[in-house]
């Protein structure tokens, strides 16, 4: 079974950065897609960052050029690298992974609470 375990998140001011990390453990043969979405309260989860195994990534409008993702495919880690963060910026952050296992499946991580108060 594929889990995927996020870590970091917490409270930042604005203009800070933090960094937040997400690694899947299971049976896995490939990682095809990682990423990270969004959901604040009372709207819809959004995207943040994708990242493909060939490193091709794909931002939403709000956090380009502010945020960076990158992976370790060795450590089968994603990570989110957030700048310049405003409050804006406050939501819950899941993670995503388009895993192959012994088929292509979706997962999502439990989510990691990011503040960023004013």
């Known amino acids: 079974q594929v889990q995927l375990v996020e870590l970091g998140g917490g409270l930042v001011q604005a203009g800070g950065s933090l960094r937040i990390s997400c690694a899947a453990t299971?049976?896995?043969?490939?990682?095809?897609?990682m990423g990270w979405f969004r959901q604040a309260p009372g709207k819809e989860r959004e995207l943040v960052a994708t990242?493909?195994?060939?490193?091709?990534?794909n931002y939403g409008n709000s956090v380009r050029g502010r945020f960076a993702i990158s992976r370790d495919d060795a450590k089968r880690t994603v990570y989110l690298q957030m700048d310049s963060l405003k409050p804006d910026d406050t939501a819950i952050y899941y993670c995503?992974?388009?895993?192959?296992?012994?088929?292509?499946?979706?997962?999502w991580g439990p989510g990691t609470q990011v503040t960023v108060s004013a």
């Open positions: 995503h992974a388009r895993v192959y296992t012994t088929d292509f499946d979706v997962y």
């Open positions: 299971g049976r896995i043969v490939s990682i095809p897609v």
């Open positions: 990242i493909t195994t060939s490193g091709n990534t």
